[in-house]
């Protein structure tokens, strides 16, 4: 069994939220685990979540959920054993995610509420607790695995014994060096967005117009589309130019002064306050780059281009001295995949306008200078690529994916060690399962000879 597929049946407990009539359902017991019961209601009410969040459901759904809130119970006895315990920002933080997502993908408060048949305190408290239950078995998985050694020898032994069908197949991976210049933007440009932003808040201010009604018809930033809502957040999770204005702000009906960030300018608007965590709303509008300024920057860039070519100085000098992407600068242009850690990447994984500009390039060339969005802040600017490696398609080898191979061993040793202790932690423990719950195939061997 892999170990993200355990963390996922067991995470399916985490994220129930609807709740069914009382008169629906009668209060059947399902399971019994040492001293804790699973009744058919509760396996209904994850069905019908997971329908709603079309999860995949391996297997009979009366077989399946309840093994995986058995499993669930496990790890949560053992929190307790351990005394395991979860920061309470942590888990708000989380929570608040979690209903930002839903308001991103349900529109409104009221439409969750609808769906989920709670009002939302309800539904914040139930999030809260399954947040919470979710990050005391993390934790418990970590400490089962956390003195895990792996080796070298290790990695090599584990992968040169698997079958060649389960060894990976490897996508063409590029590796990829980048210089940008962010052409400035005209003050006259500035002064209109301000502008702007002045007369939404004056509109506000006066009671004439509705904060998220204007950020969900101006605003630029993609939380516009419900109001400009960002749910509540820490000081630390916002930009600091952001959070000094916001954290200052204490009448909800009143709009901040204009507060320039690296994403652009904003006006801000407070909701709630709550300890050390703020949910405000904000519009966003962003200057933007005019052509003559694009041209200007790739025209300098194409001439860096000559110039290294012409062996004034090398790319990684260049990128020292004149790139101003703060992420790749000090690091001689080498572009980071945050996805693995690595240096690379698949083709898909870049951004769009860099893997056409690397497509035809062959290792060491460098293409002509491009204009892309910048993948963060969603403004033009003008970049220079070069190829520094290109990795065919393979299947997956010990010499060129040493760090694949050592996670799929670091993965699998993993996987061994939950399985064996869920199984002497199952043996350990009483267990029940009552007529009409046994027929069932199921994944650990639970003792089924207990009436």
């Known amino acids: ?10 995470s399916l407990g985490c994220i129930a939220l609807a709740a069914l009539a009382a008169d629906n359902i009668a209060e059947e017991v399902a ?11 509760e396996i209904e009410e994850q069905y019908m979540q997971m329908q709603h969040e079309r999860m995949p459901i391996k297997g009979d759904p009366y077989c399946y959920i309840p093994e995986q809130m058995a499993i669930d119970k496990l790890f ?10 979860i920061a309470e920002a942590q888990v708000q933080q989380a ?25 939302l305190p309800e539904i914040r408290e139930q999030l809260a607790t399954n947040m919470r239950n979710q990050y005391r078995i993390g934790e418990v998985q970590r400490s089962l695995t956390k003195n895990l050694k792996v080796t070298p020898s290790d990695v090599r032994r584990y992968f040169t014994g698997l079958p060649e069908d389960s060894i990976p197949f490897v996508p063409l991976q590029v590796e990829v060096q980048i210089i940008t210049l962010n052409p400035s933007i005209p003050r006259q440009e500035i002064e209109d967005v301000k502008a702007r932003l002045r007369g939404y808040a004056e509109k506000v201010n006066k009671g004439e117009s509705d904060f998220s009604t204007l950020a969900i018809l101006y605003s630029e930033a993609p939380e516009g589309i419900r109001g400009g809502e960002l749910g509540f957040m820490g000081r630390g999770q916002l930009v600091p130019e952001y959070a000094a ?20 300018f ?9 300890g050390d965590r703020i949910n405000t709303r904000h519009i966003l509008l962003r200057p933007k780059v005019a052509d003559k300024d694009l041209i ?4 300098r860039l194409d001439s860096v281009r000559t110039d290294i070519t012409d062996g004034k100085f090398t790319f990684e000098e260049a990128a020292r001295w004149i790139s101003q992407d703060k992420d790749t600068r000090y690091s001689n242009g080498v572009m980071i995949n945050e996805n693995t850690g690595t240096t690379k990447f698949e083709m898909s994984q870049l951004p769009q306008e860099v893997a056409r500009a690397v497509a035809g390039l062959k290792p060491g060339e460098m293409s002509k200078a491009i204009i892309m969005k910048d993948p963060k802040r969603d403004r033009d600017i003008v970049a220079l690529v070069k190829l520094t490696n290109r990795i065919d398609a393979h299947r997956a080898n010990i010499a060129d994916d040493y760090q694949l191979a050592k996670n799929m061993y670091e993965e699998s040793r993993s996987n061994a060690i939950v399985k064996e202790w869920l199984e002497k932690k199952i043996a ?6 009552e007529d009409g719950w046994r027929n069932c195939d199921f994944e650990h061997k639970w003792v089924k000879n207990r009436k």
């Open 1 to 10: 069994m892999e170990l993200r597929r355990i963390i996922s049946a067991i």
């Open 31 to 41: 399971w019994i685990i040492g001293d804790e019961p699973i009744y058919k209601s």
């Open 76 to 85: 949560l006895h053992q929190a307790d054993l351990d005394t395991v315990e």
């Open 95 to 119: 929570v608040e995610s979690r209903i930002n997502y839903l308001i991103a993908n349900l529109g409104t408060r009221e439409k969750i509420e609808q769906v989920f048949g709670k009002p």
């Open 245 to 264: 204005v916001a954290f200052n702000l204490n009448d909800p009906k009143k709009v901040s002064k204009i507060v320039e960030t690296e994403y652009g």
């Open 266 to 274: 904003h006006i801000i608007q407070l909701i709630e306050k709550r």
């Open 296 to 299: 200007e920057a790739t025209n």
């Open 428 to 433: 350990d423990t009483y267990v029940r399962i």
